[in-house]
């Protein structure tokens, strides 16, 4: 049973920081693409930014590039969102997602992800 749990959520000025945590359990973590998205109320779920095998490719939304950086530490199934000089328009319920399929993967594609954490909050007020 594969599990994903995020932390790291809250509420912070704009300008400010928040770095969000994603553990896994139940898979062989470093195998597999991770991804952050995100959805705001009254949005669909949108991509963020993902990373390939530990120590592989990453990639990010246009709208966090130079501020959002993503890692993994597979030591610990731990996944990683630094997140620097907030806007308001980053609020939004911010979620983990791992890809474990064969094939294509896309990694802005919410389908293409097989598990997905619960979400945390995060609120940036101006």
């Known amino acids: 049973q594969v599990q994903l749990v995020e932390s790291g959520g809250g509420l912070v000025q704009a300008g400010g920081s928040l770095r969000l945590s994603c553990v896994a359990s139940?898979?062989?973590?470093?195998?597999?693409?991770m991804g952050w998205f995100r959805q705001a109320p009254g949005k669909e779920r949108e991509f963020v930014a993902a990373?390939?095998?530990?120590?592989?490719?990453?990639y990010y939304a246009d709208s966090v590039k130079g501020r959002f950086t993503i890692s993994r530490d597979s030591a610990k199934k731990m996944v990683y969102l630094q997140m620097n000089s907030l806007k308001p328009e980053d609020t939004a319920v911010y979620f983990c997602a791992a890809s474990v399929r064969d094939g294509v993967y896309r990694y802005n594609v919410p389908l293409d992800y097989d598990y997905w954490g619960q979400g945390t909050q995060v609120t940036v007020s101006s």
């Open positions: 139940g898979v062989i973590f470093s195998n597999y693409p």
């Open positions: 990373m390939r095998r530990s120590g592989g490719d990453t």
